[in-house]
């Protein structure tokens, strides 16, 4: 299909790009930005007037709770919701059920997502067999599968010789390693140590649980000779930040990212108790994230996730310490990006940069033949395009979700722009009503 999109103010962070422009699609790639042909005759148009047209967001953290438990969400139910949030690329922890530690449930989970047509989907394989820490997995087979790195979830390596051969092994290859700093035994609480957790009587996590596993972590990189890439899912503290600023000044190979909820939110939000807010990493106090938005502004953290992991009402509506963690944002990352970009006196295109060819620039090789396609508009590349209007708030509330988990600690929180349309391939994944008209 052809498709031209009119009159929009087009952004891109990796070219730089921010002028008023048309953008023409054909045979799903993007043909032309500004000037068109005018021998180009599109089967649809897209009127983007008042609108801002930037690449598609790449999430790096979005739980699809398939396979394994369906109950709390499946890949149509969490995939539109990706797209309807301007996610069109997505990264899925390793962590469902069975585990993602064989080419067999990669394939399976890449047709099941290739045949939806929505938000692509690049899986993270299980860096040991079942998560368990002990034995590492086929990564080669799993790399030709399709996965773009190898992590652990939420589970914590506790055999640091495992850990050092699963760094050396993937420095070898190339390979990307995720890993969530935090150390197991400090890690086992469910609310951040402070006074808050005090006064509420709940289980504290350290600061220490998340600088122990860093400093372990930059230490088994060194002793491989700085050769093995890690990326750090969802750093929660000013001290996790400082250290992440001296090993990159270090030049050690390390990436990062941080989540929305701890971007924006402090342990006094959990209020009495509130299991919303039952998160992991644990919501940290305001120096922490006040240190996660100034690392964020100057490049210490390389990506804003949204650490989409849909719960169902039965697993979190209990008790703040029995709830499970967890919240659906993937719909909400673009518009608490740019409510970030406003606080802060930054940008659109810092708060885009983030969303898009930062995390772009974690993936790097992985992404195969789309590296210059995904995160960015370039003549020539893949059409993943997002179309919002700057200017359009609209209200959270569980109705107004499409994930299948409706729990969100944003509840009542306005969003200061809204997704008009979202492609993805060249193909129009979401599109508000009225929008993609015949031309």
Same mark, same amino acid.
């Given at each position: ?7 929009? /103010?087009?952004?891109?962070?990796? +070219? ?12 799903? =790639? ?13 089967? =649809? ?17 979005? *739980? ?10 499946? %890949?149509?139910?969490?995939?539109? @919701? ?6 069109? +690329? %997505? ?8 585990? %993602? ?10 047709? =099941? ?12 394989? @299980? ?48 390979? !990307? ?31 220490? @649980? ?6 372990? %972590? ?26 992440? /600023? #001296? ?7 390390? +990436? ?27 919501? /940290?106090?305001?120096?922490? =994230? ?27 509506t209990l008790p703040f310490a ?18 970030? #970009? ?23 090789? +992985?992404?195969? !033949? ?24 609209? !209200? ?5 979700? *499409? ?12 969003m200061p722009v809204s997704v /008009? ?17 015949? #031309?």
């Amino acid at each position: 299909m052809k498709i031209l999109i009119q009159n929009g /103010r087009v952004i891109d962070p990796a +070219s730089g790009r921010d002028e008023m422009a048309d953008v023409a699609i054909a045979a799903g =790639r993007i043909i032309a930005i500004g000037r068109v042909a005018a021998d180009f005759h599109p089967a =649809r148009t897209i009127d983007a007037g008042g609108c801002v047209v930037a690449p598609g967001l790449v999430d790096l953290s979005v *739980r699809l709770k398939e396979p394994g438990q369906e109950h709390a969400g499946m %890949l149509e139910s969490e995939t539109a @919701a990706a797209v309807a949030g301007g996610v069109t +690329s %997505l990264v899925c922890p390793p962590d469902t059920e069975p585990v %993602l530690d064989e080419p067999g449930l990669v394939d399976m989970l890449k047709f =099941r997502a290739e045949k939806l047509h929505r938000s692509r989907v690049f899986p993270l394989g @299980a860096l040991t067999r079942g998560l368990a820490g002990e034995v590492l997995t086929e990564m080669a087979e799993l790399t030709e599968a399709g996965c773009v790195g190898f992590g652990q979830a939420e589970t914590t390596i506790q055999n640091t010789q495992v850990l050092l051969r699963a760094l050396q092994y993937a420095a070898t290859f190339g390979y !990307t390693v995720w890993l969530r700093p935090q150390d197991l035994w400090l890690g086992k609480g469910v609310a951040a140590s402070g006074p808050l957790a005090t006064r509420l009587g709940l289980a504290g996590v350290p600061v220490a @649980a998340e600088t122990i596993a860093l400093h372990t %972590l930059f230490e088994l990189m060194r002793a491989t000779k700085g050769g093995a890439r890690v990326h750090l899912c969802r750093l929660s503290s000013a001290a996790g930040v400082d250290l992440v /600023r #001296a090993a990159k000044a270090e030049g050690l190979p390390v +990436s990062c990212d941080v989540s929305v909820h701890n971007l924006h939110l402090t342990d006094v939000d959990i209020g009495f108790y509130d299991s919303r807010f039952r998160l992991q990493p644990p919501l /940290r106090q305001q120096r922490d =994230r006040d240190a996660l938005r100034a690392g964020l502004a100057d490049g210490t953290i390389d990506a804003l996730v949204s650490d989409h992991n849909p719960v169902d009402s039965d697993a979190k509506t209990l008790p703040f310490a029995e709830a499970e963690p967890g919240a659906s944002a993937v719909e909400l990352l673009l518009g608490l990006a740019c409510t970030w #970009a406003q606080q802060d006196g930054l940008g659109l295109m810092q708060a885009l940069a983030v969303l898009t060819h930062g995390p772009q620039r974690v993936l790097g090789a +992985s992404l195969g !033949t789309l590296q210059a396609s995904v995160g960015q508009l370039a003549v020539g590349g893949a059409a993943d395009v997002l179309v919002f209007h700057p200017d359009a708030p609209w !209200t959270v509330s569980p109705a107004a979700l *499409r994930s299948q988990g409706r729990h969100t600690p944003f509840e009542g929180h306005e969003m200061p722009v809204s997704v /008009r349309a979202t492609l993805v391939g060249g193909q129009i994944a979401h599109a508000a009503e009225g929008v993609a008209a015949p #031309a």
